[in-house]
């Protein structure tokens, strides 16, 4: 699930569907049907929802499950190259991002950051970055 997850987190970008206002609910909305058929039932697809709608979140949302908080944290170990390592040392970021090169991987931030501001609008990023201060 957690692999799932971390294939599909993304997925949103790639989706134009004007009925979703931002990427991550366009990823959501487009994993939810496949869910059920997967398997994924209890926390699993609780986890999976929490994961494909908080993993940008900048700060820690009450109630959100281990995994997608986890998941979450680990994002932002990846997006700031071991800046914030919510526990882990430096040289065992280190060791992850060099047994891991990004690669291409700013430029896809980049684009990331493009889509979400031009496509989805700069509105937007409140409610992916800080969900926890906007009314779902
Ligand atoms: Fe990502």
Redesign the pocket.
Known sequence: MVYAGAML??IGLFIRDPQEPNYLKRGAALVEPMIGPWGLCGDAARDLREILLY?HALVALPGLGTTAELFRRA?QVEHSFGGRRHGLSKGQCQDIFAQYPRLRFNRVLAD?FKTTVLDDGVAQLLPIFFPRFVAS
Do not use: L, M
Request: proline share 0%; net charge negative; aromatic share 20%.
């Open positions: 987190h993304d993993n994002v990331f």
